[in-house]
């Protein structure tokens, strides 16, 4: 049942390492180790690797005596067109989007000012809500995304953030308008 001669095992033999691996791994070693010790060499010679100054630069130059050629730049604007320019320039633009109040219609003396109008906020409830309030700075978000305002800061509805009060234990939003936002 048994053969001798097939149950014997065959002879082992210490393998070899190959010398390329040998130089791999003491490659490998030294690698490591000076991008170990590099960033104290640096830290040690910093003169050799700091921001050299220019050499010779000086804060003044000498220009050179040729005469500069005159440059001219005309804007297309500026030719007059076939008319002979005399066709009746205006400031705007002449496309109507609004509505432009008659001089019969009495409304141009109305006696509302134009810097009342800049100031004046977008009508309706405002669109953002108060999330939080800490360190005089408040957290609000709108369908834009959230912000971080603090007293004087203009808010989403073109008003700017006059106080920040705490009301029945909640924080709340006065704004320069004089709404309250909770």
Same mark, same amino acid.
């Given at each position: 049942?048994? #053969?001798?001669? @097939? #149950?014997?095992?065959? =002879?082992?033999? +210490? *393998? /070899? %390492?190959?010398? &390329?691996? /040998?130089? *791999? $791994?003491? !490659?490998?070693?030294? *690698?490591? $180790?000076?991008?170990? !010790?590099?960033?104290?060499?640096?830290?040690?010679?910093? =003169?050799? !690797?700091?921001?050299?100054p220019m050499a010779g630069y000086s804060e003044t130059r000498d220009l050179s005596d040729a005469q500069g050629r005159a440059v001219f730049s005309v804007s297309p604007l500026a030719i007059p067109n076939e008319g002979g320019g005399s066709a009746q320039t205006s400031a705007f633009d002449p496309i109507i989007t609004? $509505?432009?109040?008659?001089?019969?219609? &009495? #409304?141009?003396?109305?006696?509302?000012?134009? =810097?009342?109008?800049?100031?004046?906020? !977008? +009508?309706? %409830? +405002?669109?953002?809500? *108060?999330?939080?309030?800490?360190?005089?700075?408040?957290?609000? =978000?709108? %369908? @834009?995304?959230?912000?971080?305002?603090?007293?004087?800061?203009?808010?989403?509805?073109? @008003?700017?953030?006059? $106080?920040?009060?705490?009301? #029945?234990?909640?924080?709340?939003?006065?704004?320069?308008? &004089?709404?309250?936002?909770?």
């Open positions: 049942m048994f #053969d001798n001669e @097939s #149950d014997e095992l065959p =002879e082992s033999t +210490p *393998l /070899k %390492k190959r010398s &390329g691996d /040998k130089l *791999l $791994t003491v !490659f490998g070693f030294a *690698l490591a $180790t000076g991008a170990a !010790f590099f960033p104290w060499y640096v830290f040690f010679n910093q =003169e050799s !690797f700091g921001i050299a609004a $509505t432009v109040p008659s001089e019969q219609s &009495g #409304d141009i003396g109305s006696g509302v000012s134009v =810097e009342t109008d800049l100031d004046q906020s !977008f +009508p309706g %409830k +405002p669109r953002y809500r *108060l999330l939080h309030v800490a360190n005089g700075r408040a957290l609000i =978000e709108d %369908k @834009s995304g959230m912000y971080v305002v603090r007293i004087g800061s203009v808010l989403p509805d073109n @008003s700017r953030l006059a $106080t920040l009060e705490q009301r #029945d234990g909640s924080w709340v939003i006065v704004t320069s308008n &004089g709404q309250v936002i909770r």
